[in-house]
């Protein structure tokens, strides 16, 4: 079991920089893939970014690309996400989530086992 917590949410202007953290507290020596998700109010969850155990496969969500950055140092949890560039439509709760593979970066919500409470990220226009 891996408890995840998630900061750096706030309110910034269109054009603006946050960076969201994931810390974790538990089990957190095993090996874990980590994404991030986002969701507005009355839409569905959306993929954000993924990074594997090791850190070498990353993805990103389409509206995402070449503003986000997601990292994590030496295979460990806290995992991050450097959000630059920030629109409107980026507004939403953001959720850190986790799960246990060695190999690969599930891109669906439903592969994920841990969750974060969630931070909100409101960009101004």
């Known amino acids: 079991q891996v408890q995840l917590v998630e900061s750096g949410g706030g309110l910034v202007q269109a054009g603006g920089s946050l960076r969201l953290s994931c810390a974790a507290s538990?089990?957190?020596?095993?090996?874990?893939?980590m994404g991030w998700f986002r969701q507005a109010p009355g839409k569905e969850r959306e993929f954000v970014a993924g990074?594997?155990?090791?850190?070498?496969?990353?993805y990103y969500g389409d509206s995402v690309k070449g503003r986000f950055t997601i990292s994590r140092d030496n295979a460990k949890i806290p995992v991050y996400l450097q959000m630059n560039s920030l629109k409107p439509e980026d507004t939403a709760v953001y959720y850190c989530?986790?799960?246990?593979?060695?190999?690969?970066?599930?891109?669906?919500?439903?592969?994920?086992?841990?969750w974060g409470q969630g931070t909100q990220v409101t960009v101004s226009s």
């Open positions: 989530a986790a799960v246990r593979r060695r190999v690969g970066v599930p891109l669906s919500s439903d592969e994920y086992n841990y």
């Open positions: 990074i594997s155990w090791s850190g070498g496969k990353i």
């Open positions: 538990g089990r957190t020596d095993s090996y874990y893939a």
